[in-house]
């Protein structure tokens, strides 16, 4: 008789090929970065197709008002006979850029402010005072009274949202900036008689990517919905820009006789903040050595 073999525990991955076991592997220690990773991937392919995708989020044909979920019209029409479903995808864009570009410019801005304050010593006190100071103001008010004095637009809306966000990377990058200063190598580096700016640049900077990584997803998430919110006071993008926020704004009249109207795009709205949410948590888990090595 044929001697069965019997596998050793263990034995049964290296069966498996490793080209399949490794992204399985990594998906099931990774459920929230993956999930929020394929939604917001989605999202952004959306976006970025929107201009070659079939529907015209601005034209308006009166004959076609508020109608239901459909044929030639997936998600309906609005109040003003516009296809839904493209306005949808085209608020991806305004969503996602502003969201993205309010992230990119306060990580940059705060992190210049924030390794010179806590990497030297002199500038420490003045920079954090007007941070304070910034900090106190609610950031959608300020971003209401920045908006009243200028003309609304895209490019006024990203710069109301990143004046409140930048105190919050200074603050982070100033408190990794403190504890790394403390540490051995940095004095050795010091007494060795390197420059600091050179300090900066070799010792310090590396070890605040992943906090700020980490920071940049919930701006984005948080960019997102004070965009959403700003547009539906009427204090954020034109009307005439299809957003998620103008959506909503135009259609709350609408509730009980055209409900898709708002649910589509508060459902998209969701969707994305939630991505970018989980997103931040799994790339959290990742970066922090203590929670990595716990997983």
């Known amino acids: 008789m044929t001697e069965v073999p019997v596998l050793e525990a263990g034995e049964e991955l290296a069966a498996t090929p490793r080209r399949l076991v490794r992204p399985w592997r990594f998906i099931r220690r ?4 993956v999930a929020g ?10 976006a ?5 995708l079939p529907g015209d989020p601005l034209t308006m044909k009166p004959s076609n008002r508020l109608l239901p979920p459909g044929g030639a019209f997936p998600l309906g029409t609005d109040s003003l006979g516009r296809d839904v479903m493209a306005r949808v995808i085209h608020g991806a864009r305004v969503s996602l850029f502003v969201g993205f570009s309010v992230a990119i410019m306060s990580v940059a801005a705060g992190l210049a402010i924030g390794l010179v304050a806590g990497a030297v010593r ?4 003045p920079l954090m005072r007007l941070m304070d100071a910034l900090m106190a103001i609610p950031a959608i008010l300020l971003a209401i009274a920045l908006i009243s004095l200028t003309q609304a637009s895209v490019t ?8 409140p966000e930048i105190p919050r990377v200074v603050r982070l990058v100033r ?3 403190l504890s790394v200063r403390e540490q051995p190598y940095i004095e050795a580096a010091i007494a060795g008689g390197a420059r600091m700016p050179k ?4 010792h310090i900077l590396p070890s605040t990517i992943p906090a700020l990584i980490v920071q940049a997803t919930y701006i984005c998430a948080s960019a997102i919905l004070v965009e959403a919110t700003l547009s539906f006071l009427g204090a954020g993008a034109p009307p005439e820009i299809p957003s998620w926020g103008n959506m909503i704004a135009s259609s709350r009249l609408y509730l009980a006789r055209a409900p898709w109207t708002i649910f589509c795009p508060g459902l998209a709205l969701a969707l994305v903040v939630l991505a970018v949410n989980l997103l931040g948590d799994g790339l959290r ?5 203590r929670l990595a090595r716990r997983m």
């Open 30 to 33: 990774n459920p929230s970065l």
């Open 37 to 46: 990773g394929v939604i917001l991937a989605i999202f952004a392919i959306l």
């Open 48 to 52: 970025l197709a929107a201009p070659w």
């Open 122 to 125: 002199p500038t420490d006190t």
């Open 156 to 163: 006024t809306v990203i710069i109301a949202i990143t004046i």
């Open 175 to 177: 408190s990794v900036v």
């Open 199 to 202: 300090i900066i640049l070799r």
């Open 285 to 289: 888990d990742r970066l922090d050595p």
